[in-house]
């Protein structure tokens, strides 16, 4: 029997359920991306022509909503073939929430994050959302729930252990501030292409005859005021560095892909984790921190304690790792990464072999 300060619920990510946890992810980047698309393609036409600047407004609305509506499209098929190559989110996921933490597991992996390592917890329809990392989040969709006081047993746990900055279950709040950045986002674009407008039909207006003498603008000092600044910047940028994983203590981690062996004897786990220097308080959300992948290996049910690591270089699906069993024990790990050319290129190999 469960106590009031821990609950068990489980249930099985849907491929529809994990499109929408990719779109509320997204969101913000949507309305901004439009908004964007609207001033490039707005300040383009009104340079051809200041005084029609409200169409030219208008025109962009139009083809910047149809642009992202075809972006919404591409994410969502992306989602879905990452979910289709993701055996592991089709599998039964089990959240047990105590005074440590919750301990998420599967099948055949385990892995508990610890309360303060909770980046920020949403609620959507039908769906919470728990953030491990910036783009890693444990998804947790209503029909997981048994019954509605599970449902409210939840929040309250939520509330209870996450700070109130960090939580972000007042779904009406979350609208209202979306709302009001689309609102407020329009207005400054509105306004830049209005002043364009006014800017190009002043410098396009016939000129006056003007006998006063003027002096000539110079911006020669200023000019190296800001090299000089932006010297400053780069050496503080410089000086201040990342973490080395010496001396750096592990602040959370989400597993994203796991192989089992042919036999099923053994297993291959891929974890995303966030390294934080010993000397600091851990802050997932500090930019000096690592990001680094960590594959683990070792007997299948078992924990898995040996690992080899990769240090990417930028973003990183599960795709672009592929494991291939050599045998039951021994197995190579091959990492692909894109070049300038958009082709997929192998980067680095590790070859795992299995101590029994």
Do not use: C
């Not at 393609?41 to 340079?47: I, R």
């Not at 089990?94 to 385990?110: A, C, K, N, P, V």
């Not at 304690?305 to 990183?316: A, C, I, L, R, T």
Request: hydrophobic fraction near 40%; charged fraction near 25%; avoid cysteine.
């Amino acid at each position: 029997m469960q106590s009031n300060n821990e609950l068990i619920i489980r249930g099985t990510l849907k491929l529809n359920e994990f499109q929408k946890h990719q779109f509320y992810h997204l969101r913000k980047f949507y309305l901004l991306y439009f908004w964007f698309i609207v001033f490039l393609s707005s300040f383009a036409l009104t340079f051809f022509d200041p005084s029609e600047w409200l169409i030219n407004l208008f025109i962009s609305l139009g083809s910047s909503a149809l642009a992202i509506g075809l972006l919404i499209i591409l994410f969502r098929l992306r989602s879905k073939r990452e979910y289709v190559s993701d055996n592991l989110l089709q599998k039964e996921f089990q959240f047990q929430l105590t005074e440590d933490g919750i301990l998420q597991t599967t099948e055949h992996t385990s892995a508990l994050f610890e309360w303060e390592t909770i980046h920020s917890a949403h609620k959507n329809k039908k769906m919470y959302r728990l953030y491990v990392s910036k783009n890693k989040a444990m998804v947790i969709p209503e029909r997981f729930f048994a019954s509605k006081e599970d449902r409210e047993r939840f929040e309250k746990l939520i509330s209870s252990h996450i700070p109130i900055s960090s939580n972000k279950f007042s779904g009406t709040s979350v609208t209202r501030r979306l709302v009001l950045m689309f609102l407020g986002t329009g207005v400054v674009v509105s306004g830049l292409v209005f002043a364009e407008s006014l800017l190009l039909s002043e410098l396009m207006a016939p000129p006056e005859a003007n006998t006063s003498s003027s002096w000539p603008i110079t911006t020669t000092f200023l000019h190296e005021e800001i090299q000089k600044t932006g010297k400053t910047v780069d050496a503080e940028r410089a000086q201040d560095t990342k973490v080395s994983n010496q001396n750096s203590k592990e602040l959370g981690s989400f597993i994203f892909a796991s192989r089992e062996s042919p036999d099923k004897a053994h297993m291959i786990e891929l974890r995303e984790v966030v390294l934080g220097s010993e000397q600091r308080e851990p802050d997932l959300d500090d930019e000096r921190n690592d990001v680094v992948v960590r594959i683990y290996y070792g007997e299948n049910g078992g924990v898995l304690e040996d690992f080899v690591q990769y240090d990417p270089k930028g973003m990183f699906i599960s795709e672009d790792f592929e494991v291939n069993w050599i045998s039951s024990n021994q197995a190579t790990v091959n990492i692909f990464e894109e070049n300038m050319d958009g082709e997929k290129v192998l980067e680095e190999s590790f070859e795992i072999k299995i101590e029994d």
